[in-house]
């Protein structure tokens, strides 16, 4: 190793990585750094050399969603109450008054 590649600092890990990315995570103007591992197991490791994980040893319901402002909001165990498929057709022909209306426009049965 040349001078110009001189070793910072390091942190162990016990899984496989496969993603790493420098991040505001904290949105206070400095980037962590968060790295990915194949099995899901996410690490967070701050400006002290302190690492937090995102997972339990199981898997967890999350929303991540990703803005044009540079930042990514995770939403960890998240959980619905329920999550069905639904026609919009069907649901109105079940209404009287979309029926009538579709008969008036000659659209009907």
């Known amino acids: 190793m040349d001078s ?3 070793l910072l600092w390091s942190v162990q890990v016990d ?3 496969f993603a790493l990315q420098k991040l505001d995570v904290t949105g206070d103007g ?4 968060v790295a990915c591992a194949w099995d899901g197991q996410t690490y967070i490791v ?6 937090y994980t995102c997972k339990e040893g ?5 929303l991540v969603y990703v803005g044009f402002n540079h930042k990514i909001y995770v939403y960890w165990r998240v ?5 069905e498929p639904t026609n919009l057709l069907r649901i109105l022909d079940q209404r009287p008054a ?3 209306l579709l008969a008036q426009l000659g659209l009907g049965e």
Do not use: Y
Request: charged residues 40%.
């Open 4 to 6: 110009s590649e001189e």
């Open 15 to 17: 899984h496989q990585l």
């Open 30 to 33: 400095r980037e962590e750094v």
């Open 46 to 51: 701050d400006h002290n050399r302190m690492v």
């Open 58 to 62: 199981r898997n967890s319901p999350c």
């Open 79 to 83: 959980g619905l109450e329920r999550m």
């Open 98 to 100: 979309f029926r009538g």
